[in-house]
C-alpha cells in the first residue's frame, strides 16, 4: 500500500514522468525476481528480501491504467483506451497460469524467468513509446 500512495504522489508531483515513475517502480521487483531465481533455497534471509521487493510492481498497475484518460482526450476514446489497458493486464494474468511447471515446486524458476521477460518487455515498450512521442 506505501509503494502505491508514494508511486501514485511520485507521479502526481513529477510533471510529465508516469512512465519513469512506473520504469523506476519496476526495478525493485526486477531486483527481487533476480534474487528469486539466482540465491539458493538455503539463504532464507535474501529469498525473504526478495519478496519484499515485489509490491512496488503493483504501482505499474495504476500508473498504467490512469495514463489513457490523461493522454487522450474526449470520454469515449478515454474508456476505450482504458478498457484496452485493463485487457491487457487481465490477459498478462490469464497467461501467467501457464508458466507453472508442476515439477518446480517450491522455486518455479519459470515463473520468476517470465516475469523478469515481460518486465523487460514493458520497460522497453515504455521507453520506446515514450520517445517516439
Excluded at 524458476?109 to 514493458?122: E, P
Amino acid at each position: 500500500m506505501v509503494c502505491i500512495l508514494f508511486g501514485g504522489w511520485l507521479a502526481q508531483k513529477l510533471p510529465n514522468a508516469r512512465i519513469y515513475v512506473c520504469i523506476g517502480m519496476l526495478v525493485p521487483a526486477f531486483i527481487g525476481l533476480l534474487l528469486q531465481i539466482v540465491l539458493p533455497r538455503s539463504n532464507v534471509a535474501g529469498l525473504l528480501i526478495g519478496v519484499y521487493l515485489f509490491p512496488p510492481f503493483a504501482t505499474c498497475l495504476f500508473i498504467v491504467l490512469s495514463l489513457p484518460g490523461v493522454n487522450s482526450s474526449g470520454y469515449t476514446k478515454r474508456i476505450t483506451l482504458s478498457s484496452y489497458a485493463f485487457f491487457g493486464f487481465a490477459l498478462g494474468n490469464i497467461t501467467g497460469s501457464f508458466t507453472v511447471k508442476p515439477g518446480e515446486t517450491p522455486a518455479y524458476r519459470s515463473v520468476f524467468i517470465a516475469d523478469i521477460i515481460c518486465i523487460g518487455l514493458q520497460s522497453k515498450y515504455f521507453l520506446l513509446r515514450y520517445m517516439s512521442g
